[in-house]
């Protein structure tokens, strides 16, 4: 989203648009390799690509910055109104939080979420059922990193500014936590457990 808004003059819901389309196509370039893996296996090779993108953003100085970062990032206009102040942005991130839980809600009840669901209890018997396991789990895949994506281009805007420490394994093991403690395989077990994790 830095990146988009530094180099075009492109409207901030189009930018947000792209921030999650971009963060899809690095999943499915990613996607083939670990295909086979699931689990814990396929975690710890996530975080570890998360890491070398880390380092990347670090050391690419001409494109973001390095260790020097992306400052004034522009605030975003969204229908001719400025995002400014701490309370707007609480809601206009409240407002994609709502958009995701009810998308998502949605999606798990239809026949892909239904896939999903008994490819994650397990894999041969969904296969034996006749459901294509591989196109649901890169589906899957690309979803998640949609949201990601674009929760990062709605974080950007808010700090003004971002580089590289902002993304650390640290983070990525807060993130982890939270949906350990509210509970795999929910939509509100994330939300309850980012409360907790927040609150201490």
């Known amino acids: 989203e830095a990146i988009l808004s530094a180099n075009s003059s492109l409207p901030y819901l189009l ?4 921030s999650g389309v971009m963060s899809a196509l690095v999943a499915l370039v990613i996607f083939f390799p670990i295909r086979n893996l699931g689990g814990h296996w396929l975690s710890l090779v996530t975080i570890g690509f998360s890491e070398i993108v880390r380092l990347t953003a670090l050391n690419w100085t001409g494109l973001t910055g390095g260790a020097m970062g992306m400052k004034d990032i522009a605030r975003p ?6 995002i400014s102040s701490t309370q707007q942005f609480y809601y206009l991130f409240l407002i994609f939080a709502a958009l995701f839980v009810f998308m998502t809600s949605r999606i798990v009840k239809s026949r892909v979420g239904n896939a999903w669901q008994s490819i994650r209890e397990d894999q041969l ?4 059922l006749g459901v294509e396991v591989m196109p649901y789990k890169m589906r899957n895949f690309l979803y998640g990193t949609f949201w990601a994506g674009l929760a990062g281009a709605l974080y950007a805007p ?4 971002i580089d590289s420490t902002i993304f650390t394994l640290d983070e990525g093991f807060t993130v982890l936590c939270m949906v350990l403690i509210g509970g795999l395989g929910t939509i509100i077990g994330p939300i309850a457990g980012s409360i907790v994790v927040i609150f201490l």
């Open 15 to 18: 930018v947000l648009l792209l």
């Open 77 to 82: 206009v969204i229908f001719g109104m400025t």
């Open 125 to 128: 018997a969904a296969r034996s």
């Open 158 to 161: 808010y700090l003004m500014y």
